[in-house]
């Protein structure tokens, strides 16, 4: 049967420390350090990145609202300038109707003047035609 050893040897110790120590020197120099630079690196990188993003949306923000100015003040010309045709167009309208009206009342006042002229005519021819006819009545009863 085999006994139990307790007691350290201390050479074993100081060999098995010295292993450990050189295994976490090489873990941090290998792997700790280079995940942590390049951490820092990514997060750096990400906050620059971020940055640039801000102001190129920042940048492209004041574009579209300079775009959006434009855009207005051009729609608002449009249309004031559409109003101001449709105003001379009424304007033409009014001025053409009230031409034609004119146009239309002196040729009413033409047209009626002719007509009581030929309407007076007419009552003269008739009032001759009667005349002669009472006469010639007259005559051929006399006779």
């Known amino acids: 049967m085999s006994t139990l050893n307790l007691v350290p040897d201390l050479v074993i110790l100081g060999a098995q420390s010295a292993v450990v120590l050189t295994n976490l020197w090489v873990v941090k120099k290998m792997i700790y350090e280079p995940y942590f630079a390049l951490r820092a690196k990514r997060q750096s990188t990400t906050v620059e990145a971020m940055q640039i993003s801000r102001a190129e949306l ?25 109003l101001a045709m449709i105003a001379k167009a009424q304007k033409k309208r009014e001025e053409t109707v009230n031409e034609a009206r004119a146009l239309a009342k002196e040729k009413l006042s033409k047209a009626m003047e002719s007509i009581a002229q030929k309407t007076k005519e007419s009552e003269s021819d008739m009032l001759g035609l009667v005349d002669q006819v009472s006469q010639a009545l007259a005559k051929k009863l006399n006779t």
Do not use: M, P
């Open 58 to 82: 920042e940048r492209q923000v004041a574009e579209k609202s300079a775009f959006d100015a434009e855009y207005l003040a051009s729609k608002k010309a449009f249309e004031d300038e559409k």
